[in-house]
């Protein structure tokens, strides 16, 4: 699987297509306005909702293959694959897109809120399905989210407005979304979401703090997998090793405790870390930054 775009950022979509630039952690995007755009497998490292009148066929999503549908939405949480290989054309879309970075909603009401908007997992097994008045609401709600971008920072309570509205338009994709899926199981199979689920509950169940970090042995073993098989699927879905996805998950949830305001000493504790220095030795390697060089980029933003 060859990933054509990494979205590591909520304006690195943006920018491919050449939409407008908006804020630095929040890009709402109107296909309609863009025109004729390339088709793109991505690598999704931010949250992100894709509204559109007609998917491309055979999208992927996940290890999963999608075909289109009239008034869809599909959602992504970081580290997620979702899209379409380039294969040299170009198309006309029609729809919206909301993205975000993590560190935008972390300690907030809506970042409190976000694991359980279970619609950002790959449980779902086909995109959703909306009506004529469920497309109109969330239309309106992503054109007023785009113009209070418009407004830039000069604006009082400018940020806290674009959350609210980001928590509304995910309020309403969770009613649409338990309308469509609410009464039906979740794919048992479907690997990456049960590998999600694994490392969620591992610290959400403060597993870190005795056993310490997560290893690709203990997941395979919750997935029932031996570690060789299971390292073949997730490589051949993500295009990178078990271990990898562990550490870009445990360090996405180390920016959103630093951003939150704990010390570094706190969150390598916190995270399972026995050393500080490990804490560090990791989220250079992942990252190319130390904590403090993390840190003190976000203050300058």
């Avoid at 999600?196 to 690709?216: A, C, E, H, I, W």
Wanted: net charge negative; charged share 20%.
């Amino acid at each position: 699987m060859k990933i054509d775009l990494y979205i590591n950022e909520a304006n690195d979509y943006a920018r491919d297509i050449g939409a407008p630039v908006l804020h630095p952690h929040v890009s709402v995007i109107h296909y309609d306005e863009v025109g004729a755009i390339r088709h793109t497998l991505n690598r999704i490292n931010c949250f992100g909702i894709f509204m559109q009148d007609e998917f491309p066929e055979d999208l992927t999503y996940g290890v999963g293959t999608y075909h289109d549908g009239d008034g869809s939405m599909m959602a992504y949480s970081p580290g997620q694959i979702g899209g379409k290989q380039d294969d040299g054309t170009r198309r006309q879309y029609h729809g919206w897109v909301l993205l975000f970075d993590s560190e935008f909603i972390n300690g907030t009401a809506t970042g409190q809120k976000i694991e359980h908007y279970e619609f950002f997992s790959y449980h779902s097994n086909e995109a959703l399905v909306l009506t004529p008045a469920e497309k109109d609401i969330l239309n309106l709600l992503m054109a007023n989210l785009r113009g209070e971008l418009e407004m830039r920072a000069q604006a009082f309570g400018h940020d806290d407005i674009i959350r609210n509205y980001i928590q509304l338009i995910l309020d309403y994709c969770n009613r649409y979304y338990f309308r469509q899926f609410g009464n039906m199981t979740a794919d048992g199979s479907d690997i990456l979401s049960r590998f999600q689920q694994v490392l969620t509950n591992y610290f959400s169940r403060g597993m870190q703090k005795t056993d310490g970090l997560p290893s690709v042995k203990f997941c395979a073993s919750e997935l029932c997998l031996s570690p060789s098989y299971f390292g073949d699927i997730i490589r051949s879905a993500l295009g990178e090793s078990p271990k990898d996805y562990i550490r870009n998950f445990i360090i996405m949830r180390a920016k959103n405790l630093i951003l939150s305001g704990k010390t570094i000493v706190q969150v390598a504790d916190e995270l399972g870390f026995e050393y500080p220095q490990h804490f560090t030795r990791m989220f250079k390697s992942v990252t190319g930054l130390t904590p403090r060089q993390f840190i003190d980029l976000q203050r300058k933003k």
